[in-house]
Structures are given as C-alpha cells and as structure tokens.
C-alpha cells in the first residue's frame, strides 16, 4: 500500500472513498503508472471543505434566493421532486454498458422522452445526445451539411441568421464550416421577408430562427418564411430555447421546419448556469433521421437473464450515414431524468405551463408599462420606431434610452440596482438591435404575489436618486466590477492556498 492512500479520509482531506474499492482499483493500475508524489490538490479537512462551498454559495445568486427574471434563460424553479428521481438507484447506479435487459427502466424514460419531444416538436426522430442548446445547434447543421452532400449539393454553404438571434446560431454554423449572413429585421422587430427573398439562393444550406424571437414576439410570417427557404432548396432550422412560449400551442413542424433543438434545462426545469450542466437534444424530420448520432432508444421485444417480452432497446444508426457522436450515449442522463419527471408532473396539462409563462411575462410587463408615474409610459419596447406589441409571449424587452437621456440612468444601472432589492438582474443589452435593453422573463413557476413586489421596486428604482443607482449594486458582497479587467486578467485562487 503506497503513501498515496495513507490520506485517505483522514489528516486534512476532505473526502473519503471506501476502503476495498480504493485498494481494489489501486492495484490494478500497473506500476509504472502509479503516481509517485502526490497531486498538489488543496488540502482541506470536510469541515474546511464544507465552509468554503457554503462561502461560495454566499457569494451567488440563484433561484434559490430569489426572483431571476432573466431573459432568454428560463430559469424556473426546479422541483425537488427531481432530484428524488433522479437519485433513485435503478437510475443513478448504473452504467450504460450494462446489457440492455438490464436497464429498462431508464431505455423507456428515454424513450418517452423522445417521443414526448417528437410529438411537442412536430419532428419524427429525437436523439438525446446533446448536452446544451449550442451543441443540438451544432449537431442538427451537421445532419442537415450531410444531407446536402448525399444530394451532391456542397455548393450550398452559407447560413441565414436574422440580428435578432442568439449568439450560439452563427456560432455553431461557422462550425460547421458555413458563411453567415445576416438579414435585419423589419420597424415592427419582426422577420423582414424581403430581405429573406434577396437572401436565399442555391447556396442558401438552412436558416436558423426563433420564435417566439428574442423580443418575445411571435413571428407571424414563418410559414411564409419557411417556403421562402425550402424553395431556395434550403432547411429551415428551429431554435427550441423559447419553447416555454408555444409548448402545446403549436409546434415547429406546423410551421415548416425540418430541425430543432430544445433546451431541456430552460424548458424543463434543470439546475443550470455558467455554462452547464444541459440537455440540448434535438429532432428532425425523416429525411435528416439517418444523420442522426447514435445510439437512440427503440422499443423492442428483448431476451436476457430470464427476461423476455416487449421492452427497450439501443439502436443503433447505419455507419456510413450518421454524422457520429457529439457526446457519449444519451448524453447528459441527469439532466434528461430531471425533465423527464418534471414534464411528467404535468402530463397533458403541458399546455397550462406555456400558458402561465406567456400571462406573467404580459402580467408583468403592463405593469411595468402603465405605473401611476409617466416614468416609463414614454419607453417603447420595441426596437427601431415600431409601434409597442399589444401582447408579447413569455419573454419582453424594454428599451431604456428615454431614462438615459433624461436623468442619465443606463439600462445596467437599473440592472445592477435590482441586485440590491434582492432579484437577479434582468438579461442586458441583448438582443442587439434594441438600444439600452433589458430582457424580463419572469416564466411561469412565480407567482402574482412576486411580480407585483417586483414592479413596485422597479418602478421606484427608476425614481430613486440617480447617483445611488448609478453607483450600484451597494448591498452585495461583490460591488460593481470591472469586467474588463476581470475578462483580461482573471484570477482564479482558492482561498485555501493563499498562503
Ligand atoms: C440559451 C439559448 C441558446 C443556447 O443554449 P445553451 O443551452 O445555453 O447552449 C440558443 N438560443 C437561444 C435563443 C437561447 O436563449
């Protein structure tokens, strides 16, 4: 037994793994790979270990402590229910090379899951593989280049993206080796169709769109859209992230898409920030279902073990078509079991949840809109000088220039003075195209009693002194940074090791 061991559990560490197992893998590792000084790891005791994870949390800000209107991210609140589930050991004590009679359980969670997608989508096949929104982007236009090329079309290399998208859409086509081009959107914040017509041609691959758009606003020309591209010979590519907006209302497939992802750690419920942990799967329609990534779950009769019936299985794709992996089997399977069972709470009532996240968003909203002062009457929400939409979906956003010019208030100071009321700011100067803009999304799992508490603070905040809100955040731990700086030279220590 090697020195290595001797920390185990005891002396300033923080961790313990049980004995056998620890000894067991230990020596199987052949010696020449053995480590022979020990990783220069911060060494805690759990005590130690404990406080510095609760300091952090301290530091943060979460759902968990308060309002996180936080446009474009959907960040709901996340049942505990979830975690029971998740946590059960016939989900979280397997490995996925055990025999498929083995695991049944979690192939047809899988299984209702993509189902369940296809039908919210209007697609014919799901794969769970991907595990962020970014990433079912990425894989869907890879399934869509392949798909090009088994028609000798390689020619098509170019992505259309309206200025209102996310910044992941162009991102994850310039991965896919495409040349981006933008179209503008028209007065009314909506999609500009003639700009789409002198857009497309033959090497027009696929345009990717949101809708409801960033705005919140629902595109209502995307069908027109839609045949726009298909008649071009492109592919018309959903952005699932405002999914909250339409689920069970409508679908993607209705309105002409080919592809989309979903974000099932917005939609669903799913602890998440700073960059994970997601699920992004995606589906498509049967021409784009042989590029799929593999493996998906089928149902299927199986034989092991004494086990024989109808049941689930892997199945697995046709080598020479698939695009191949883009994460290991079904991805992120936490995360894919926690919105399995949070959708599962709802059942047929899906509906209710876009319904309830579309009327707080225009809840709140008007009363931002129509406060006893004139303050913010004069704010149009909308970009360019189109008129205010009557209602929007689950998300808006307001432009905050008329404050800036008159007292000189930006829309991030407003947003940083939020933290000190005790809310997570709003989402900031994006999308691009509405000047000083902050983006609310309030979703549905907050109540009348919070965005009421919430108007009135935002209200008063616009009429509080403006050197105090030009000098916020006063009451967090962390003050005003500068994020420049913090960008250029980031200092990442552990409290522990200052010494
Ligand atoms: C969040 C978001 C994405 C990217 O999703 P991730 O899961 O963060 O990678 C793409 N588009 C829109 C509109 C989004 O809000």
């Not at 990783?39 to 130690?48: G, L, N």
Request: contains cysteine; hydrophobic residues 35%; glycine residues 8%.
């Amino acid at each position: 037994m090697s020195d290595l061991f001797q920390f185990n559990g005891a002396k300033g560490t923080g961790w313990s793994q049980p004995d056998p197992m620890i000894k067991n893998a230990y020596d199987t590792i052949p010696s020449s790979l053995r480590r022979s000084n020990l990783p220069r790891w911060p060494r805690a005791s759990e005590p130690e270990l404990v406080r510095h994870y609760t300091w952090l949390s301290q530091r943060n800000f979460g759902i968990d402590t308060g309002f996180y209107p936080l446009g474009s991210c959907t960040m709901k609140h996340n049942p505990r229910l979830n975690e029971r589930i998740v946590q059960l050991p016939g989900i979280d004590r397997i490995h996925p090379l055990q025999p498929d009679h083995q695991i049944q359980g979690l192939l047809s969670i899988y299984y209702e899951m993509q189902e369940m997608l296809e039908v919210c989508s209007g697609m014919d096949q799901v794969t769970l593989q991907p595990v962020a929104g970014a990433q079912g982007e990425f894989t869907a236009i890879r399934c869509i280049q392949e798909y090009h090329r088994s028609r000798g079309q390689e020619n098509r290399n170019k992505v259309i993206v309206p200025d209102s998208a996310h910044g992941t859409n162009p991102a994850s086509a310039a991965m896919c080796g495409y040349d981006i081009v933008e179209i503008p959107s028209a007065s009314n914040g909506c999609l500009d169709l003639d700009a789409l017509r002198a857009a497309v041609g033959d090497d027009t691959a696929a345009m990717m769109i949101t809708n409801p758009s960033t705005l919140g606003i629902f595109e209502p020309e995307i069908a027109e859209a839609a045949e726009i591209v298909h008649n071009a010979g492109g592919q018309m590519y959903y952005d699932g992230a405002n999914f909250n907006a339409i689920l069970g209302k409508t679908d993607p497939g209705r309105m002409g898409f080919d592809a989309v992802h979903y974000n099932l750690h917005k939609t669903f419920s799913q602890p998440h920030g700073g960059g994970g942990p997601g699920s992004g799967p995606i589906g498509v329609k049967s021409h784009l279902a042989d590029f799929l990534p593999a493996p998906i779950a089928d149902r299927e009769s199986i034989d092991g073990d004494g086990v024989t019936g109808d049941g689930y299985r892997y199945f697995w794709r046709d080598p020479s078509r698939t695009i191949g992996k883009v994460q290991q089997w079904h991805g992120n399977a936490g995360a894919v079991v926690r919105a399995w069972a949070f959708y599962r709470r709802y059942g047929y009532e899906l509906e209710r949840m876009s319904e309830h996240a579309v009327l707080n968003a225009n809840y709140l909203r008007h009363r931002i809109m129509n406060p006893d002062s004139d303050t913010l009457n004069s704010i149009p929400v909308m970009p360019k000088d189109g008129a205010p939409a009557e209602i929007v979906k689950h998300e808006f956003t307001l432009n905050m220039t008329p404050l800036k010019e008159t007292i000189g208030v930006t829309g991030k100071d407003v947003a940083k003075r939020l933290l000190d009321y005790g809310y997570m700011a709003p989402t900031l100067y994006f999308p691009q195209i509405v000047p000083e803009c902050l983006m609310f999304e309030p979703t549905e799992t907050e109540s009348k009693d919070v965005l009421d508490k919430f108007a009135e603070d935002f209200l008063k905040i616009l009429t509080e002194d403006p050197e105090i809100v030009k000098t916020a955040p006063h009451d967090t731990k962390v003050r005003r940074v500068d994020e420049v700086l913090a960008a250029r030279s980031l200092v990442l220590r552990h409290p522990l090791n200052d010494e």
